[in-house]
């Protein structure tokens, strides 16, 4: 019954920031870490940033100087956030979580669709 719900999307211009949420059906403490992923047109899903419930992070090299994630427990929520926002970040922007014991990521969220336009 775990859910992710991934809300903050849409049609934007570029420039300024972009701040999405993940919010989970249960305390993201029960989970080892949460990370961000986007898929852009025609590429593969990558990852973007993760954050452990110990309070790491990792983002991806291309994307330390425009993104930052942090957490909201009574929320239940993450909160990534992109600035200055371009077009080539357009693409569906995924949550998912990772359980302990798990090495990969096991639950995920529907995605929400991110249009930047110039």
């Known amino acids: 019954q775990v859910s992710l719900v991934e809300p903050g999307g849409g049609l934007m211009q570029a420039g300024g920031s972009l701040r999405l949420s993940c919010a989970a059906s249960q305390s993201i403490f029960t989970f080892l870490s949460m990370g961000w992923f986007r898929q852009l047109p025609g590429e593969q899903r990558e990852s973007v940033a993760t954050i452990s419930m110990s309070g790491n992070t990792w983002y991806r090299d291309s994307m330390k100087a425009r993104f930052t994630v942090s957490r909201d427990a009574g929320e239940n929520t993450v909160y990534p956030q992109m600035n200055n926002r371009k077009p080539e970040d357009t693409g569906v922007y995924y949550c998912?979580?990772?359980?302990?014991?798990?090495?990969?990521?096991?639950?995920w969220g529907q995605g929400t669709q991110v249009t930047v336009s110039s």
């Open positions: 998912a979580a990772r359980r302990p014991g798990r090495d990969n990521y096991s639950i």
